[in-house]
């Protein structure tokens, strides 16, 4: 398959990430009951595959709603803009809402995110991430579960993308140099 020649590495297999949202969803299980009845926000687009995995291992009643925020461009690294495309079909207050995000990088988007959905009164207000990068955070935002914390590398797959691409790897990869080579860092 062409898509996987372009792969140099895989940083988390297919069978690691498996198994850490599977932990998730029981510390999430072990967080809220049915009568919490959450709301999983779901971050569009890098964090659908996390979020169709990550709703397989609650037990609890739950509903999704989605998001949709542009900040970066075609290049791999923040710009610092960020923009909401789309934004929730509902009203969340009163409700118990998770964002559930695929990664973290500058903490911007997700800094934005929460003050934004602070302002609508929510019950309590918590962060899911498949991934973290510490290294690279500009702004401290509280994240309340947290997949894998990894390096300052520009990965893709299980959602994540590269120019769009690369989102349906099952793992999380690093691309070939020469790959990106050519796009903004
Ligand atoms: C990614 C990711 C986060 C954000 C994290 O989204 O899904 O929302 O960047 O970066 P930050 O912490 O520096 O703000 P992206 O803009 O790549 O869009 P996508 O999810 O549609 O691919």
């Not at 995995?53 to 609890?60: F, N, S, T, V, W």
């Amino acid at each position: 398959m062409k898509l996987w020649d372009d792969v140099a590495r895989i940083m988390i297999s297919e069978q690691e990430l498996q198994a850490r949202v599977k932990e998730l969803g029981q510390e999430l299980n072990a967080t809220y009951t049915d009568e919490d009845h959450p709301l999983l926000i779901c971050v569009l687009k890098g964090a659908f595959v996390f979020l169709a995995d990550l709703i397989r291992h609650l037990e609890m009643r739950h509903d999704v709603d989605f998001m949709e925020i542009s900040s970066y461009g075609a290049g791999t690294a923040s710009s610092g803009v960020v923009r909401i495309l789309l934004d929730l079909e509902r009203n969340i207050e009163g409700r118990h809402v998770l964002i559930v995000e695929d990664i973290i990088d500058s903490g911007r988007t997700l800094d934005y995110i929460t003050r934004n959905l602070l302002t609508r009164r929510p019950a309590s207000l918590r962060v899911c991430t498949l991934l973290s990068k510490p290294s690279r955070r500009e702004i401290d935002v509280p994240v309340d579960f947290v997949g894998f914390e990894i390096p300052d590398e520009f990965v893709t797959g299980y959602g994540l993308d590269f120019a769009e691409e690369y989102r349906n790897l099952p793992f999380i990869g690093v691309l070939k140099e020469e790959i990106y080579r050519n796009a903004e860092i």
